[in-house]
């Protein structure tokens, strides 16, 4: 069975950093695609970085761009994002997502896609 673990959220400062990290178990992923997503109160989910199993291409949310990096690790089947200069506008739930099969085009997860339970990262000013 497969499991994304996320862990890492927290509460902070505003200008802090967190590092999430997304474990995934029951299957290798060393060739699909990984991505986070993140919800806030009030707010539909939104995908704000993900990198191909090559890690040659990624992608960034306008709004996280410059602040957070995705990285990963496909030794030990982990994804991460480096959370720098923290807002409060960043409070959200945030969720990790891996393909369940392979595509082609732009970098994108869908339901029939595996997720995590969502791990809180709340930012105070």
């Known amino acids: 069975q497969v499991q994304l673990v996320e862990s890492g959220g927290g509460l902070v400062q505003a200008g802090g950093s967190l590092r999430l990290s997304c474990a995934a178990s029951g299957r290798t992923f060393s060739t699909y695609s990984m991505g986070w997503f993140r919800q806030a109160p009030g707010k539909e989910r939104e995908m704000i970085a993900a990198i191909r199993w090559s890690v040659a291409s990624t992608y960034y949310a306008d709004s996280v761009k410059g602040r957070f990096t995705i990285s990963r690790d496909n030794a030990k089947n982990t994804v991460y994002l480096q959370m720098n200069s923290l807002k409060p506008e960043d409070t959200a739930v945030y969720y990790c997502?891996?393909?369940?099969?392979?595509?082609?085009?732009?970098?994108?997860?869908?339901?029939?896609?595996?997720w995590g339970q969502g791990t809180q990262v709340t930012v105070s000013s």
């Open positions: 997502a891996a393909e369940s099969r392979l595509r082609l085009g732009p970098l994108r997860f869908g339901e029939d896609d595996y």
